[in-house]
Antibody, heavy 121, light 109 residues
């Protein structure tokens, strides 16, 4: 059974760096074709794609946010970490991680429950 | 910049009606990229409804039908059930940076 769970601070101050962790089970980055993607959703607004990392450590970032984002993986602990620098109140959102198995051609077949991050002084 | 534009923003229909949601890409999807549709209920993570423009994952009812290619895609819900009155997003995925549309809300008339 595939599960993902996001964790991190619920509240960050403006200009701080946010670090979020996605801890997963039921699959491994030791298997080729595994991908984890970060997506966020401001309250009442649309989904926004942020970044992804593949089993072979290939990474891709949102064009508009790439200067602020870093994604990494800890294969032995089944975790993916997203850092976002220089946080602003407009970054207040629920942050999700989602799994893609590239062998199936279907994206985001499993999602975490999401974690709400509020940016406020 | 690649953009997905969904229309309409809100669709007001009744149970049993047919719903047609549109997703238009600012440029044709390249090889290696594809189009998916997600359903999102309030307070929940999105759920994959359609991938590769027209394929349904196991467990998705056959009233959800995806079509399209190039720049124009549609999601049709053949007969709306009460649980279908929520928000739907299209999404480009594959080799390129991912992109979501702004969503279509299907509301009960």
């Amino acid at each position: 059974q595939v599960t993902l769970k996001e964790s991190g601070p619920a509240l960050v101050k403006p200009r701080q760096t946010l670090t979020l962790t996605c801890t997963f089970s039921g699959f491994s980055f030791n298997s080729s074709g595994m991908r984890v993607t970060w997506i966020r959703q401001p309250p009442g607004k649309a989904l926004e794609w942020l970044a992804r990392i593949d089993w072979d450590d290939e990474k891709m970032y949102s064009t508009s946010l790439q200067a602020r984002l870093t994604v990494s993986k800890d294969t032995s602990n089944n975790q993916v970490v997203l850092t976002m620098t220089n946080m602003d109140p407009v970054d207040t959102a629920t942050y999700y991680c989602a799994r893609t198995d590239l062998s199936t051609v279907s994206p985001f077949d499993h999602w975490g429950q999401g974690t709400l991050v509020t940016v406020s002084s | 910049e690649f953009v997905l534009t969904q229309s309409p923003g809100t669709l007001s229909l009744s149970p049993g009606d047919r719903a047609t949601l549109s997703c238009r890409a600012s440029q044709s999807l390249t090889s290696g990229d594809n189009l998916a549709w997600f359903q999102q209920r309030p307070g929940q993570a999105p759920r994959l409804l359609i991938y590769a423009a027209s394929s349904r994952p196991t467990g998705i009812p056959d009233r959800f039908i995806g079509r399209g290619s190039g720049t124009d895609f549609t999601l049709t819900i053949s007969r709306l059930e009460p649980e279908d009155f929520v928000v739907y997003y299209c999404h480009r995925y594959g080799r390129s940076v991912g992109t979501f549309g702004q969503g279509t809300k299907v509301e009960m008339k």
